[in-house]
């Protein structure tokens, strides 16, 4: 059927007039007719130009391939990581879909590498469904703000955050509109692309022109005998399906003079005088993976070729949690970004998603480890450059382990390392590629490489006494429109105020990222507090520092740590002398303090949020209690909502010790607690059965009855907490879990965040920490708020969302298996496991670093 439609165009038959609405019935058989559900069933199983053939066979069969549900399914399946509800200004989704055809192909894809063949450019492809349009940008990274390197000032350390990169969107690369010409029957034309912000000298607008081309896949002998040359996209060591020749480097000259480049014809041999050579002619011939975009000035052409990387090859899996596009900070020439790939493929599992499991009965922590690293660190890795430098240029590869299991147990030196990788995390054995200018002398020096986490490697290059940070980049927030453009943070300010009750007439503003901590005295406790977030570009005092060196250092750089509330806690027996239950635990020679079952630490609010809660949030509730703290508790639906958890199993650090050991004036990351405690400190703990100095033990340990039953937050001790995690980005206000992203601004009520540390059974409150979202035009030059504006902030009549709406009303689709998914994939959960209580001893907190 296929082999008679019309190639070049899916819009070629009409087919007969439309049967009516109730005529959808078909009769292959004679008396026998097929439901129509069975029919749709069917044709969902087509092509476009399946479908399109299909419509020109008879009345019935040409309304079921009119459906526009069939069309809408097209539509989506080149559209990922968005759920496309409208076909926007066209009148049916098929409408949509032929608008864009044959050039959906490029969203669908998501990244795109090319440009110049040493540095090279990646592309983000997406649809924007308001315009209906197809656009491409180029990956950027706004300015890095370094912070002070802690440990030896004579080594170096880089680290780069992925959240500095944005979408170039002033200077759109691809911008197909769904008023340009589409190709004609008969023809593969292309498509003149709008260029915004381009004018010559003179003012004179349009003198850059560029069109999308088609490329033509290469042969096999052909990417043999072009191996190791530039000419060919994407380069050789990038894996890819076929590959495609690079116009630019085939032309040698314009078969036109330059001024017969600007006339507007729209004949279809105006090709901008590029070699014809390689372009398809027939759309069987069109590759998928690649095309040309020529651009001319008056006295510049270039053409750009761009690839695509297949998801499969940076897609992490189970036996593959290495695989994806990260970014690091080369030095000198800035960051760049590299594509890890884990080439080896094995005998996969009967159920991929318990390859990695839970601890089994009467399997120990070391078999399980053993288990479960075999599973893992095994094959081979590659980290190929996706843009390069005059040195090592793009498509090479700038490290490699051959074998994953190889660990350097020789006790080599790691200098700088060991101050800025946490401790414990293995070490591979690895190359890593150096060259002089122009790719010359290339050879491979001894590294070794520090897989801290899926997400974040370190490279130790042992010559240079060097590390680089190797951070995940999260593709698929590029190519969802809602999530790439404004989040609405650009108009607000960031506050951040203290109290140890709930009373904010007694609050006191916290300077954040400063080094001195804010002492606080209540009637049941002494509080040093130190605020630290990282990104803090626009918050209160207008001085704060954008961010801290607690973040630079190990564990927190690894992490990608984006806030931190620290603070030494000395609990006091009240005002009135001890309570009835302190004074009872005081007797029989029994610590006089807080049980380890009535110390919380968490959140609540005000008012109710039950009409803010967004799409998927009890998804992203249970996947808070499998990463961040197994523990936690709460009621969101409630008129006063809370999250809490027990503080010795949710805060990061405990360090028991007096004030002197916990806090270093001279330290310029403010408050820097360890696991573990001064002598009598960690006799405290051993007395009650905690670990002495592993905080994921000792987050485990807390999980039990028991254990919070033998533990006690002593009166008169002083007791060192650190609170932090890498799910709350300030800088752009959202929330970022595992298979979990929000934009906080869309669902903010008006509501402080609030992060309280109370007693469960007596009520008492010892330490209230409240960040506060305030508009810019409420808050005056000198960083001070009127007291009329944060009366009107947490009054009970909160804001109303921009489009007058409650997020119950929010008709995204949320999809939890996808969620789910992913978090079991980042966290090595496998499916069955997420439902287990806390009481579980078996709750895992491997990843809580």
Same mark, same amino acid.
């Given at each position: 059927?296929?082999?008679?439609?019309?190639?070049?165009?899916?819009?070629?038959?009409?087919?007969?007039?439309?049967?009516?609405?109730?005529?959808?019935?078909?009769?292959?058989?004679?008396?026998?007719?097929?439901?129509?559900?069975?029919?749709?069933?069917?044709?969902?199983?087509?092509?476009?130009?399946?479908?399109?053939?299909?419509?020109?066979?008879?009345?019935?069969?040409?309304?079921?391939?009119?459906?526009?549900?069939?069309?809408?399914?097209?539509?989506?399946?080149?559209?990922?990581?968005?759920?496309?509800?409208?076909?926007?200004?066209?009148?049916?989704?098929?409408?949509?879909?032929?608008?864009?055809?044959?050039?959906?192909?490029?969203?669908?894809?998501?990244?795109?590498?090319?440009?110049?063949?040493?540095?090279?450019?990646?592309?983000?492809?997406?649809?924007?469904?308001?315009?209906?349009?197809?656009?491409?940008?180029?990956?950027?990274?706004?300015?890095?703000?370094?912070?002070?390197?802690?440990?030896?000032?004579?080594?170096? /350390?880089?680290?780069?955050?992925?959240?500095?990169?944005?979408?170039?969107?002033?200077?759109?690369?691809?911008?197909?509109?769904?008023?340009?010409?589409?190709?004609?029957?008969?023809?593969?034309?292309?498509?003149?692309?709008?260029?915004?912000?381009?004018?010559?000298?003179?003012?004179?607008?349009?003198?850059?022109?560029?069109?999308?081309?088609?490329? $033509?896949?290469? $042969?096999?002998?052909?990417?043999?005998?072009?191996?190791?040359?530039?000419?060919?996209?994407?380069?050789?060591?990038?894996?890819?399906?076929?590959?495609?020749?690079?116009?630019? #480097?085939?032309?040698?000259?314009?078969?036109?003079?330059?001024?017969?480049?600007?006339?507007?014809?729209?004949?279809?041999?105006?090709?901008?005088?590029?070699?014809?050579?390689?372009?398809?002619?027939?759309?069987?011939?069109?590759?998928?993976?690649?095309?040309?975009?020529?651009?001319?000035?008056?006295?510049?052409?270039?053409?750009?070729?761009?690839?695509?990387?297949?998801?499969?090859?940076?897609?992490?899996?189970?036996?593959?949690?290495?695989?994806?596009?990260?970014?690091?900070?080369?030095?000198?020439?800035?960051?760049?970004?590299?594509?890890?790939?884990?080439?080896?493929?094995?005998?996969?599992?009967?159920?991929? %998603?318990?390859?990695?499991?839970?601890?089994?009965?009467?399997?120990?922590?070391?078999?399980?480890?053993?288990?479960?690293?075999?599973?893992?660190?095994?094959?081979?890795?590659?980290?190929?450059?996706?843009?390069?430098?005059?040195?090592?240029?793009?498509?090479?590869?700038?490290?490699?382990?051959?074998?994953?299991?190889?660990? %350097?147990? /020789?006790?080599?030196?790691? =200098?700088?390392?060991?101050?800025?990788?946490?401790?414990?995390?293995?070490?591979?054995?690895?190359?890593?590629?150096?060259?002089?200018?122009?790719?010359?002398?290339?050879?491979?020096?001894?590294?070794?490489?520090?897989?801290?986490?899926?997400?974040?490697?370190?490279?130790?290059?042992?010559?240079?006494?060097?590390?680089?940070?190797?951070?995940?980049?999260?593709?698929?927030?590029?190519?969802?429109?809602?999530?790439?453009?404004?989040? =609405?943070? %650009?108009?607000?300010?960031?506050?951040?105020?203290?109290?140890?009750?709930?009373?904010?007439?007694?609050?006191?503003?916290?300077?954040?990222?400063?080094?001195?901590?804010?002492?606080?005295?209540?009637?049941?406790?002494?509080?040093?507090?130190?605020?630290?977030?990282?990104?803090?570009?626009?918050?209160?005092?207008?001085?704060?520092?954008?961010?801290?060196?607690?973040?630079?250092?190990?564990?927190?750089?690894?992490?990608?740590?984006?806030?931190?509330?620290?603070?030494?806690?000395?609990?006091?027996?009240?005002?009135?002398?001890?309570?009835?239950?302190?004074?009872?635990?005081?007797?029989? =020679?029994?610590?006089?303090?807080?049980?380890?079952?009535?110390?919380?630490?968490?959140?609540?609010?005000?008012?109710?949020?039950?009409?803010?809660?967004?799409?998927?949030?009890?998804?992203?509730?249970?996947?808070?209690?499998?990463?961040?703290?197994?523990?936690?508790?709460?009621?969101?639906?409630?008129?006063?909502?809370?999250?809490? =958890?027990?503080?010795?199993?949710?805060?990061?650090?405990?360090?028991?010790?007096?004030?002197?050991?916990?806090? %270093?004036?001279?330290?310029?990351?403010?408050?820097?607690?360890?696991?573990?405690?001064?002598?009598?400190?960690?006799?405290?703990?051993?007395?009650?059965?905690?670990?002495?100095?592993?905080?994921?033990?000792?987050?485990?340990?807390?999980?039990?009855?028991?254990?919070?039953?033998?533990?006690?937050?002593?009166?008169?001790?002083?007791?060192?907490?650190?609170?932090?995690?890498?799910?709350?980005?300030?800088?752009?206000?959202?929330?970022?879990?595992?298979?979990?992203?929000?934009?906080?601004?869309?669902?903010?009520?008006?509501?402080?965040?609030?992060?309280?540390?109370?007693?469960?059974?007596?009520?008492?409150?010892?330490?209230?920490?409240?960040?506060?979202?305030?508009? #810019?035009?409420?808050?005056?030059?000198?960083?001070?708020?009127?007291?009329?504006?944060?009366?009107?902030?947490?009054?009970?009549?909160?804001?109303?969302?921009?489009?007058?709406?409650?997020?119950?009303?929010?008709?995204?689709?949320?999809?939890?298996?996808?969620?789910?998914?992913?978090?079991?994939?980042?966290?090595?959960?496998?499916?069955?496991?997420?439902?287990?209580?806390?009481?579980?001893?078996?709750?895992?907190?491997?990843?809580?670093?």
């Amino acid at each position: 059927m296929a082999s008679t439609a019309d190639e070049s165009s899916i819009d070629s038959g009409q087919g007969p007039e439309p049967a009516t609405a109730t005529d959808t019935s078909l009769q292959l058989i004679k008396g026998m007719p097929l439901p129509s559900e069975i029919v749709a069933m069917i044709l969902k199983l087509l092509t476009p130009v399946d479908l399109a053939a299909l419509s020109c066979v008879c009345r019935a069969l040409h309304l079921h391939a009119m459906s526009d549900r069939l069309w809408r399914i097209l539509v989506q399946k080149n559209v990922p990581g968005m759920e496309v509800t409208s076909p926007g200004p066209f009148g049916s989704f098929r409408e949509l879909y032929i608008a864009h055809f044959p050039y959906w192909f490029i969203p669908q894809k998501k990244v795109w590498i090319g440009g110049d063949y040493i540095v090279g450019t990646i592309l983000i492809a997406r649809y924007e469904p308001e315009k209906a349009r197809i656009e491409g940008y180029q990956l950027l990274s706004r300015p890095w703000i370094s912070t002070p390197e802690p440990g030896n000032a004579g080594a170096f /350390s880089n680290l780069y955050d992925p959240t500095n990169l944005e979408l170039f969107v002033e200077q759109p690369k691809i911008m197909l509109d769904a008023n340009d010409r589409p190709p004609r029957r008969g023809s593969l034309s292309n498509i003149p692309m709008a260029v915004q912000g381009w004018s010559d000298p003179a003012g004179n607008a349009g003198l850059l022109r560029r069109k999308l081309i088609f490329a $033509t896949p290469m $042969t096999v002998e052909d990417e043999l005998g072009f191996s190791g040359s530039p000419c060919m996209a994407p380069p050789f060591n990038i894996p890819a399906p076929h590959r495609v020749l690079c116009e630019q #480097q085939l032309i040698d000259g314009l078969r036109r003079e330059n001024t017969s480049m600007y006339n507007d014809s729209d004949d279809d041999e105006d090709d901008y005088g590029l070699e014809v050579s390689c372009r398809p002619f027939r759309r069987a011939h069109l590759s998928k993976q690649a095309f040309h975009i020529p651009q001319y000035h008056r006295f510049i052409n270039n053409v750009d070729t761009y690839a695509t990387i297949e998801s499969v090859y940076y897609t992490p899996t189970a036996d593959k949690p290495f695989q994806g596009i990260f970014i690091a900070d080369y030095g000198g020439h800035g960051y760049e970004l590299v594509l890890i790939h884990q080439p080896d493929d094995h005998v996969k599992s009967i159920d991929e %998603d318990t390859v990695v499991d839970r601890q089994l009965d009467g399997e120990t922590e070391a078999e399980y480890k053993e288990r479960r690293n075999a599973r893992i660190y095994r094959g081979s890795l590659e980290a190929i450059k996706l843009t390069g430098d005059i040195n090592v240029p793009r498509g090479e590869i700038t490290f490699v382990a051959n074998d994953l299991s190889a660990t %350097d147990n /020789s006790g080599t030196d790691i =200098g700088i390392a060991e101050a800025v990788v946490p401790a414990g995390v293995r070490r591979i054995c690895c190359k890593g590629q150096i060259a002089d200018h122009g790719y010359k002398n290339h050879r491979f020096i001894d590294c070794r490489l520090f897989p801290i986490t899926p997400d974040c490697l370190a490279l130790y290059w042992i010559p240079f006494n060097h590390v680089m940070f190797y951070k995940r980049v999260d593709i698929d927030a590029f190519t969802r429109p809602a999530m790439a453009a404004s989040t =609405g943070a %650009d108009g607000f300010l960031l506050r951040v105020t203290a109290g140890t009750s709930y009373d904010r007439a007694t609050h006191v503003e916290v300077p954040v990222n400063e080094p001195r901590p804010v002492r606080l005295q209540g009637a049941s406790a002494d509080i040093s507090l130190c605020v630290r977030i990282h990104g803090y570009d626009r918050g209160l005092p207008r001085a704060s520092p954008p961010t801290s060196a607690y973040f630079a250092a190990a564990p927190h750089a690894a992490n990608g740590d984006t806030y931190s509330i620290g603070l030494a806690f000395t609990p006091r027996a009240g005002e009135a002398g001890e309570n009835e239950k302190d004074a009872k635990d005081g007797k029989d =020679g029994k610590t006089a303090g807080i049980s380890g079952h009535d110390l919380l630490w968490g959140n609540d609010f005000d008012h109710s949020i039950r009409d803010h809660l967004p799409p998927g949030f009890n998804t992203a509730l249970r996947i808070m209690r499998w990463w961040i703290d197994p523990g936690i508790d709460g009621d969101a639906y409630a008129d006063k909502p809370y999250l809490y =958890g027990p503080a010795l199993s949710s805060f990061n650090r405990v360090h028991v010790g007096g004030p002197d050991d916990v806090h %270093d004036p001279h330290d310029d990351r403010g408050f820097w607690f360890e696991e573990g405690g001064d002598a009598a400190g960690l006799a405290m703990r051993a007395a009650a059965g905690c670990p002495p100095d592993d905080p994921a033990a000792r987050q485990k340990w807390a999980l039990t009855d028991a254990a919070k039953s033998s533990w006690v937050w002593a009166h008169d001790q002083t007791y060192g907490l650190d609170f932090f995690n890498a799910y709350l980005d300030f800088r752009e206000l959202a929330l970022r879990l595992p298979g979990f992203h929000l934009p906080v601004m869309k669902y903010w009520d008006g509501q402080s965040l609030r992060y309280v540390l109370r007693n469960r059974t007596t009520e008492e409150v010892y330490l209230v920490v409240e960040i506060t979202l305030l508009r #810019q035009e409420d808050v005056d030059e000198d960083g001070t708020v009127s007291p009329e504006v944060l009366a009107k902030q947490h009054s009970k009549t909160a804001p109303k969302r921009d489009d007058g709406t409650s997020a119950s009303s929010d008709e995204t689709a949320f999809d939890e298996d996808k969620a789910l998914d992913e978090a079991r994939r980042k966290l090595s959960v496998g499916k069955g496991h997420e439902n287990e209580t806390e009481s579980a001893v078996e709750t895992s907190l491997d990843d809580v670093e």
